[in-house]
């Protein structure tokens, strides 16, 4: 009897809560949502500005790999070019 005494009571307990919520603190809950919107906004704008500037690091950087490869590779690719020639010509 005292467990299901205490699963009633908690539930009229969060029934009171919810309540008081609603009809005595809600004003003072709407205000806070109300209050923390600019702020998720000021932060969420903050991280897309910063992802914002990774992104466009990453993407330069990756352009600057790119322009090294390539500066790399007609360089091998001519010495692998002479390479199968010159075995051609051995046999």
Do not use: Y
């Not at 539930?11 to 009171?16: D, S, V």
């Not at 309540?19 to 005595?24: A, E, G, H, P």
């Not at 969420?44 to 090294?68: C, H, P, T, W, Y």
């Amino acid at each position: 009897m005292g467990k299901f005494l205490a699963v009633v009571l908690g539930l009229a307990a969060m029934a009171g809560g919810v309540l008081l919520i609603l009809f005595v603190w809600g004003p003072l809950v709407r205000d806070l949502i109300f209050a923390c919107i600019p702020l998720v906004l000021i932060f969420g704008g903050l991280i897309a500005f910063v992802a914002g500037i990774s992104s466009m690091k990453d993407a330069a950087r990756a352009k600057q790999l790119e322009e090294e490869t390539e500066e790399e590779l007609p360089e091998e690719t001519a010495e692998d070019a002479a390479e199968p020639e010159s075995e051609e010509k051995a046999e």
